[in-house]
């Protein structure tokens, strides 16, 4: 449903993860504050829990971006369609997985 996304010309971008190394959270703590910095109309939607929560946590403090990233925790199975429903572009950062169930859901 189209609707439950911000208007342009905001972008987001949602990703729906266990917060793992090998699901690439380490490549998300890099690419979110240079994405952030050079496209300003561009927000981050991450959902999900996991031992590298801490990572993104700090980041978002780090380069204050506070407003930009929503960390939502853990998503229960049957709510994750509303949150991809809320972004623009789903991004999946996992080191194993070239196609995994999520792509799918998206």
């Given amino acids: ?33 240079e994405i952030c910095h050079s496209h300003p109309h561009v927000n981050w939607i991450i959902g999900g829990d996991g031992p590298k929560r801490l990572l993104l946590e700090e980041m978002i ?3 204050r971006l506070h407003d930009r990233v929503e960390l939502l925790g853990s998503v229960p199975h049957d709510r994750v369609r509303d949150v991809l429903v809320r972004g623009h572009v789903f991004l999946n950062t996992s080191l194993t997985e070239a196609f995994c169930i999520a792509i799918v859901e998206a």
């Fill in 61 to 63: 403090e780090r380069e």
């Fill in 1 to 33: 449903d189209p609707s439950k996304r911000p208007p342009p010309p905001t972008m987001s971008v949602v990703v729906v993860s266990r917060l793992t190394y090998r699901k690439g959270v380490d490549l998300l703590v890099d690419v979110v504050p």
